[in-house]
């Protein structure tokens, strides 16, 4: 085989050898291995979304998916709007792994994310977060739930979640319960893991930023919880701690325009330069802080 050859979304069960490169270049992603003896051969790129687990078919006819299966909710989008069946997909908070669309939903997940009160995302990362971020409309709001960590390069810096658009963004949430925020029975955690900054905004847009705990942000540069250069940024009733600019100011936060910081704590952030907690510089940079 020459050229790329991408396998994602898929189940690969029960093969001596799961996926084997013996020419070309494989890329595989978000796929489900299930009793294989090996499941890579040869020199293959993965994405790191795969998984090893149980596919618990209904039967291997039809191979559909039990309500205990690994693959449910496991998948990524790739604007499959049905299944071979012909059953919408996704149903829950993300496409399952293979061709059938389980109606069960994986409660396991440690980060769910919606914009908008629409499609419910979820991950064992912060992918969710991401995926919420860029289906929600301008002026709409993304509500998250749970655990959500790791921070990926996207569009030339490394974060937890990338904003580009007027947004609220708000924590406090649970699978079960979109409706009402509890930030401190409920906690809601965006953590960079050390890998990153948390939270990168672009662009003069307005955020609103409500009931989240910003925590592991390390970046080389300014603003290790949070960084807006020129966006007008609304913090309020969270927490941001354990970040650090370890090349510059705002431990905590960098803002370079209006920022408003109410009802929340800064606690064990560092800067190498100005502002362990927050550093508000610019030539349109204004701090509020209220109680």
Known sequence: VSGTTYITNSIISNYPIGIERTG?????????????????????????????????????????????????????????????????????????????????????????????????????????????????????????????????????????????????????????????????TQPTTLDAAQGGRVIFITGTVSVAIEGLQIAGGLIGDDGGGVYAESASVTISNSQVYSNTADGGDGGGIFSGGILTVTNSSFFDNAAFVDGGG??????????FVTD
Request: net charge negative; glycine share 12%.
């Open 24 to 184: 070309g270049a494989v890329i595989e992603n978000y796929n489900l291995f299930d009793g294989n003896t090996v499941n890579l051969s040869g020199t293959v790129t993965s994405g790191g979304n795969s998984i090893t687990g149980t596919a618990a078919f209904f039967d291997t006819t039809s191979y559909t998916l039990t309500a205990s299966s690994a693959a449910i909710d496991r998948g990524t989008n790739l604007g499959v709007t049905s299944d071979f069946f012909g059953d919408p997909r996704p149903q829950q908070f993300a496409p399952d792994i293979g061709y059938d669309e389980s109606p069960f939903a994986n409660y396991g997940l440690a980060c769910y994310a919606t914009a908008d009160g629409a499609t419910v995302f979820g991950s064992d990362n912060a992918q969710a977060v991401r995926n919420a971020l860029a289906a929600a409309s301008a002026g709409g709001v993304v509500k998250i739930a749970g655990y959500c960590a790791g921070a990926v390069l996207d569009s030339g810096d490394t974060q937890v979640a990338l904003i580009t658009k007027t947004l609220t963004v708000a924590g406090g949430y649970t699978v079960t319960n979109w409706t009402t925020s509890y930030p401190i």
């Open 278 to 287: 927050i550093s508000n510089n610019g030539s349109n940079a204004l701090l």
